[in-house]
């Protein structure tokens, strides 16, 4: 069976420090990989979706990175934290076009 | 592109009482449908999800949806709620062309005893 895992699940850091938020699935290949982001009140924003090794795309302009170095791994990344990238970060994938999507267990980041 | 309106940012019911909580999408074809529940700090899980045919969907839990295709709606309904369901849910749209999914922002449930 497929399993995603992402990691830290938690995380505090300073402004302007970087990031890095690491995403694995299992079980599958050439899977899809996203990255969310869930702040309070306002649901689920997509960040970045990949189709394949190297392919990234970018739905919103901001402080963050995605890159996929491997088929089945899927990162994020940012050169300088701001206050406003705290927020529950999720890592979700699928198979195909049009089908379902699965989640990470997410990972909480708090810049202070 | 497509879109989900959930209503009701915050839904209190009974323990036992039956529950409704209300979607409603924008899309110009047939949409791909889902909801998902996430406990509190915890990733989404899949309730359902509406791809075609039968248009009243059995989902994990005793969760059912119903797509209204003349109403643009996809409803989640339980007949009878437990202290477990207390929970956020998220209604989504996708197109079968697309890959990533739209989600609405979300409907936050409190079970009272």
Known sequence: ?112 | AQSVTQPDIHITVSEGASLELRCNYSYGATPYLFWYVQSPGQGLQLLLKYFSGDTLVQGIKGFEAEFKRSQSSFNLRKPSVHWSDAAEYFCAVGASSGYALNFGKGTSLLVTP
């Open chain 1, 1 to 112: 069976s497929q399993t995603i895992h992402q990691w830290p699940a938690t995380l505090v850091q300073p402004v302007g420090s970087p990031l890095s938020l690491e995403c694995t699935v299992e079980g599958t290949s050439n899977p899809n990989l996203y990255w969310y982001r869930q702040a309070a009140g306002r649901g689920l924003q997509l960040l970045f979706y990949s189709v394949g090794i190297g392919q990234i795309s970018s739905e919103v302009p901001q402080n963050l990175s995605a890159s996929r170095p491997q088929d089945r791994q899927f990162i994020l990344s940012s050169k300088k934290l701001l206050l406003s990238d705290s927020g529950f970060y999720l890592c979700a994938w699928s198979q195909g076009s049009g089908n379902t999507i699965y989640f990470g267990e997410g990972s909480w980041l708090t810049v202070v």
